[in-house]
């Protein structure tokens, strides 16, 4: 048979050119739609369903279309926005029908858990970061956040909540293992409060640490939250703890004694 040739960058078959496929012992049918076909299916001797974690998948769809199909890395977050879009209002409007309730919003948040393929950090590698906390750090948060939202609002009128990355250091493994190495430190977190408006999000600090320099941390994310939003809101938690998880040493500072208040 005559296989069209399908191209990633374009989203298109060839009008022209083909690929052959002969006959053979046993032959591999992949694909995300072969299973709706019933004539399909009872052609197949053994059917195999891959059932992967959702941030699994997301961060291998990112790392798959711009490694290996040259896409374009906001463009690659945009699309896989949309299609998630999609689907959560399809599913959240039917489950609305069936409860008689009024369907309210689309959050596209994406929360990370210390659990394998749950990462913020993982995903900002994948878009080409040598390690988060690393320069450029800020910048691919931002379009990862950017992005999402443009995915997001193209799929449905009902986007809403943040729709945006949050940063909590002590729930994200990548993060944990920024901080550990001390690529990640509470400075580069402050800059990255600038583009998530998530504030210092789950941050463990030694036990012993003064509070007028602990207030000073909090001042620069609630300054840019103010500056940059019509409604400033901004959470800050920072853990003051005596144990032996990865700890972000603040900077001692006289500063908080004025701009506490």
Same mark, same amino acid.
């Given at each position: 048979m005559k296989? $069209?040739?399908?191209?990633? *960058?374009?989203?298109?078959?060839?009008?022209? #050119?083909t690929v052959t496929v002969h006959p053979a012992d046993i032959i591999l049918v992949e694909g995300i739609l072969i299973f709706t076909d019933a004539r399909l299916r009872s052609m197949l001797d053994i059917l195999v369903y891959v059932d992967a974690d959702p941030d699994d998948r997301l961060v291998r769809v990112?790392?798959?279309?711009?490694? #290996?199909?040259?896409?374009?890395?906001?463009k690659?977050?945009?699309?896989?926005?949309?299609?998630?879009?999609?689907?959560?209002? *399809?599913?959240g409007s039917k489950a609305a029908e069936l409860l008689g309730a009024k369907f309210g919003i689309v959050?596209?948040? *994406?929360a990370p858990t210390p659990a394998i393929g749950?990462?913020? /950090? #993982?995903? *900002? #590698?994948?878009?080409?970061l040598s390690s988060v906390g690393g320069h450029g750090t800020t910048a691919?948060? /931002?379009?990862?956040?950017?992005?999402v939202?443009?995915?997001?609002?193209?799929?449905?009128?009902?986007?809403g909540g943040l729709s945006g990355a949050f940063i909590p250091v002590s729930e994200d493994a990548g993060m944990i293992r920024a901080a550990r190495s001390g690529k990640l430190t509470l400075s580069k977190l402050e800059a990255m409060t600038a583009v998530c408006s998530v504030g210092l999000d789950m941050i463990a600090i030694p036990g012993d640490t003064p509070a007028s320099t602990t207030c000073t941390a909090t001042t620069s994310p609630c300054a840019e939250i103010r500056r940059t939003t019509k409604e400033p809101r901004s959470?800050?938690?920072?853990? $003051?703890?005596?144990c032996s998880a990865p700890c972000l040493k603040p900077v001692t500072s006289t500063f908080a004694m004025a701009a506490a208040p």
């Open positions: 296989q $069209p040739v399908y191209s990633y *960058l374009t989203c298109t078959r060839s009008a022209t #050119e990112i790392s798959r279309d711009i490694i #290996e199909r040259g896409r374009d890395v906001g690659v977050i945009e699309r896989t926005a949309f299609k998630i879009t999609r689907a959560g209002q *399809l599913v959050d596209l948040s *994406l749950d990462s913020v /950090a #993982e995903i *900002l #590698e994948v878009m080409g691919a948060l /931002a379009l990862l956040n950017d992005a939202k443009k995915g997001g609002v193209m799929a449905s009128s009902m986007v959470s800050q938690r920072i853990r $003051p703890i005596n």
